[in-house]
């Protein structure tokens, strides 16, 4: 192969990576169809998503949105202590604020819009709803791995918006088609996006500052910082005895990063047994262990530092100036 000619197809593939157009699904009954591509680094054993979780309305106007330090693995992160501090005061406007701040799941994928192949590989981010249903079907062997790019399946999405939901956010119904189907452009494995890459987290004390309202000037910290935590500090949530076991009247669960994933199993276990092909998770069927331990009385309970005194009164003296 001529060189020049190599050296310009590697400079637009290598363009196409980088590129990060995002599709969203259109509301309604009519079906989105996309095609779910596989890991972007080509590891067959990979996932083809990336999952982490992001706190929104940050900042003065509430028009900013960070990458939660724990869901990354990092040992604390400031939005989440403050969270914590506010579910503790038992007042509805902190409880709104707590909510409104807390981290939410947000999952990233490779797709191709089939009605729309012009526009090649774009990112689609879907909250923890869709990647359940997705995962359900590639854990029943009658559908198998929907992103196979040889055995795989073409998939419809339908949306139904937030301001239409009784829980305030998009819902999402997958359908895998009944045949597999290869990918009809194989490029498209070449055009994939880094979604690691997307995933950028900033420091704590950045992420304290836009918390407060004073500017972040410093870029996204990499994944080796001094704040980031041991293997040991991320834990595999699904193994702790509480899982599945959600209270709206506990704070720690409201604040539990892990509560919508909680919530599902919670549901799940109350639920009839279903009629679909789709078998049950694993995680769901497992009897888990009582939680045997003593929680601690708010009498021991550590006194939050002096930062995170600051900065609910910050937060608490730009509500009241809002009101005004």
């Known amino acids: 192969m001529d060189a020049d000619k190599a050296q310009k197809k590697l400079e637009e593939l290598r363009s196409k ?5 995002y599709w969203s699904p259109k509301p309604g009954s009519k079906a989105n169809r996309i095609r779910v591509l596989p890991n972007w680094n080509g590891d067959p054993q990979g996932d083809f998503y990336r999952e982490t979780g992001r706190h929104n309305k940050l900042g003065t106007e509430r028009d900013k949105s960070a990458v939660c330090l724990l ?3 990092f040992e604390k992160c400031p939005v989440c202590e403050m969270v914590k501090e506010l579910y503790k005061t038992k007042e509805k406007d902190d409880a709104d ?3 409104t701040i ?3 799941t947000r999952v990233y994928y490779n797709i191709v819009d089939l009605e729309n192949h012009e526009k090649g590989v774009q990112v689609w981010g879907s909250g923890v709803d869709a990647l359940e249903q997705i995962l359900a079907f590639c854990a029943n062997p009658m559908y198998g791995d929907i992103s196979d790019p040889e055995q795989g399946r073409n998939i419809s999405i339908f949306m139904t ?3 239409n939901t009784k829980s305030g956010y998009n819902e999402y119904t997958v359908q895998p088609d009944p045949e597999r189907t290869p990918l009809a452009d194989p490029e498209w494995i070449l055009a994939m996006i880094d979604l690691d890459a997307l995933v950028k987290p900033i420091s704590y004390e950045e992420l304290e500052a836009l918390l407060m309202g004073r500017p972040v000037t410093s870029t996204p910290v990499s994944g080796a910082t001094e704040v980031k935590a041991e293997p040991q500090g991320k834990v595999e949530k699904a193994d702790e ?3 599945g076991k959600y209270s709206s009247d506990d704070p720690q669960c409201i604040s539990c990063w892990e509560n919508e994933k909680c919530v599902g199993i919670k549901k799940a276990r109350m639920a009839k047994p279903a009629t679909v092909l789709t078998p049950k998770a694993e995680p769901v069927k497992q009897e888990v262990a009582k939680d045997t331990t003593t929680k601690p009385s708010s ?15 910050k937060v608490r003296a730009d509500r009241e100036k809002g009101k005004k």
């Open 17 to 21: 990576r980088q590129r990060k157009d």
């Open 71 to 73: 869901r990354e693995g």
């Open 97 to 99: 604020l707590a909510k």
């Open 102 to 104: 807390r981290a939410q």
């Open 161 to 163: 918006e937030g301001k």
């Open 241 to 243: 005895p509480c899982i």
């Open 299 to 313: 009498s021991i309970q550590a006194k939050p530092s002096s930062s995170i005194q600051d900065m609910l009164s």
